[in-house]
């Protein structure tokens, strides 16, 4: 053979391996762009599966806390069409907030200190400005004692 078709046959041999080393470069570079898109997928479906059971358990509570209400609205009701009679609400004045008639005369017994942690706070203004103006409506006066000996 001569020199020619050597270099003839040593230049294409060349540019095979050329063309080998791009194409194992390639599917080089293609498998470790799979291997990241796998991984990337089963990361967001590790997140999304985290997820899930997160809202599933803020779902079971927010049930829970809605049927809370719904008995805690239920029994205010209830109380409500108690508190429609003026009796009721008079034995209330008088017992739980030491609320006295007119014609009445208040008298608070001093507890100790054990017994005055055990007793409920004094309502709130808004509560007591409520039974004022309910008492009023029929005509009565209330005496508040809002100091607690």
Do not use: W
Not at 83 to 95: D, G, L, T
Not at 107 to 114: A, Y
């Amino acid at each position: 053979m001569s020199d020619s078709a050597l270099n003839l046959k040593s230049r294409v041999q060349k540019q095979q391996k050329k063309k080998i080393r791009k194409i194992r470069f390639y599917h080089s570079f293609l498998t470790i762009m799979l291997i990241v898109c796998v991984l990337q997928i089963s990361y967001s479906a590790l997140l999304n599966l985290a997820k899930i059971v997160v809202y599933q358990t803020k779902i079971v509570k927010a049930q829970e806390l809605k049927h809370q209400a719904e008995t805690r609205n239920h029994d205010l009701k209830n109380e409500i069409q108690n508190f429609s009679s003026m009796y009721k609400v008079e034995s209330i004045a008088r017992n739980n907030l030491k609320m006295a008639a007119k014609d009445e005369v208040l008298i608070i017994i001093n507890q100790s200190d054990d017994d005055l942690q055990e007793t409920s706070q004094v309502p709130s203004n808004g509560f007591v400005r409520f039974l004022e103006t309910f008492a009023s409506k029929f005509n009565r006066d209330i005496v508040i004692d809002k100091t607690i000996d």
